[in-house]
């Protein structure tokens, strides 16, 4: 549900904070249902909260927002292993209605995305969104953004991602080559 509304949200612009809010406090009321269905609203509640006070950090005000639905069953394979990015949101230029970046939300309080891996994830996505967002003629790195929502954490990708793509295939292929033997 926090991921929904979040994204909701940036598709409005971010203009409204009103929306997303009451969205969280619906949530909140809904007590049906079992005991992880009344934590998980709770927790969406909360993530849709915590989401609010970092979102000015996305620069997408000049920007048009979709959900990226769109994208969620295009992979991308890094040394032999596919990997499914799914970004959040999809960032298009008003203009050209091209594909510039995308928006990837994180809510794992338990697993929470650090600037280094950030700046890896940030750059499988843009190379993910290079790969396969058509016609679209330059993804900006800038606008390649993850968000890891408990710890308030706004990466966005590098320019330079040679290193970083060989480090993720070279990851890749571990994955792959030890796939085998599982």
């Keep these: 549900a926090a991921r929904e509304a979040i994204v909701d949200y940036l598709e409005g612009g971010m203009a409204d904070d009103g929306p997303a809010l009451a969205r969280a406090t619906e949530l909140r009321a809904d007590m049906s249902g079992s ?5 998980d609203r709770q927790l969406s509640a909360e993530a849709i909260e915590d989401f609010l006070p970092i979102a000015e950090e996305l620069e997408i005000e000049a ?3 979709e959900s990226g639905y769109a994208f969620a069953s295009e992979t991308l394979n890094f040394g032999g292993t596919l990997v499914s990015m799914r970004p959040d949101a999809i960032l298009k ?5 091209e594909v510039v970046g995308c928006v990837k939300l ?10 280094m891996a950030g700046a890896y994830v940030a750059t499988a996505l843009r190379a993910y ?4 967002a058509k016609g679209s003629k330059r993804i900006d790195p800038a606008r390649c953004y ?3 929502v408990p710890t308030g954490t706004v990466c966005a990708a590098p320019i330079a991602n ?3 793509l060989g480090d993720l ?3 890749g292929e571990e994955i792959a080559a030890r796939w085998t033997s599982i």
Excluded: C, M, W, Y
């Design 35 to 39: 005991d992880f269905a009344v934590q």
């Design 63 to 65: 920007l048009s927002v």
């Design 93 to 97: 230029d008003r203009e050209t209605g």
């Design 106 to 115: 994180n809510f794992s309080k338990s697993a929470p995305i650090q600037e």
């Design 129 to 132: 969104l290079e790969e396969n």
């Design 146 to 148: 993850v968000v890891d």
């Design 162 to 164: 040679k290193r970083r």
């Design 169 to 171: 295939a070279a990851a």
